[in-house]
């Protein structure tokens, strides 16, 4: 079954996503990494249900989601106990907040944190917990929703006990489960930067289709017109591609802010 958005976007006729597809742009650079670097240990850092390997239509989006590339094992962690359900891992971990993460120093080769950042209160602790877990040389990989952006400011404003509410008027079919408290705090290049120092990073911000538009094709158009003139510092997403320190160089000169 198609919709509207199949008219001004030829290309999902192909397999259900555009040109402009943001998961397409993100994981396309992890996959790049976890090439690159020959990546044996990942960890899917507020994995979740893994809800789009389940829900999404779109086959090749469901297969850039799936970290297991050339046979890497992968970890999936979150804080809520549906993460034991997670389709595309080999292992299954619940975190506590506010706890070390389980997990021994220089773990994992790449970790990968998809739409989790904005939901993490105490930042530098975590930020310096995903550094000391992460091997020399290794990458933490974000997208998260641009500090900056739109969707951000408008988010800001409705209280997030509503937010699940307001979700199922512009997104019918996001999930109540899916939906967490946002807090925006390592949501722009200056807050990483801060956080992660003495790493190199990599980023770029993207407007990709419009996601919130209540079903309404006016809307949509609008956005998408909106999106073309946006300047990319007021992209709605931003993606962060994080290299800690290789060996030689001093480890602790990649921690977390204090």
């Known amino acids: 079954m198609t919709d509207f958005t199949h008219r001004i976007h030829s290309e999902k006729g192909v397999d259900g996503f555009t040109a402009l597809d943001g998961t397409v ?33 779109s086959v090749y989006r469901r297969h850039l989601r799936d970290l297991r590339v050339g046979g890497a094992q992968v970890t999936a962690c979150d804080v809520d106990e549906i993460v034991t359900t997670h389709p595309a891992s080999d292992r299954q971990v619940v975190i506590k907040p506010g706890e070390r993460l389980p997990f021994d120093d220089g773990s994992f080769d790449v970790i990968v944190s998809d739409m989790t950042f ?36 408008v988010s800001s404003l409705v209280p997030n006990r509503h937010h699940a509410g307001a979700l199922r008027s512009v997104q019918p079919d996001r999930k109540a489960l899916d939906v967490f408290p ?48 946006l300047p990319g510092a007021l992209a709605t997403a931003t993606n962060f591609f994080i290299m800690k320190p290789g060996e030689g160089v001093a480890e602790q000169d990649c921690t977390s802010a204090s």
């Open 25 to 57: 742009k993100f994981y396309g650079f992890v996959h790049a990494i976890l090439l690159k670097t020959g990546a044996r240990q990942v960890l899917d850092f507020g994995a979740g249900r893994g809800a789009a390997l389940v829900d999404d239509r």
């Open 118 to 153: 904005e939901h993490i209160e105490d930042a530098p602790f975590v930020a310096g917990e995903l550094i000391r877990i992460l091997r020399p040389g290794g990458y933490v990989c974000a997208r998260t929703p641009n500090r900056f952006g739109y969707v951000r400011m």
């Open 182 to 229: 946002t807090v925006y705090r390592m949501n722009s290049i200056g807050q990483i930067r801060n956080l992660f120092p003495g790493c190199t990073v990599f980023h770029f911000n993207d407007s990709a289709e419009p996601s919130y538009y209540f079903g309404n094709a006016f809307l949509y158009r609008s956005f998408m017109i909106l999106h073309r003139l």
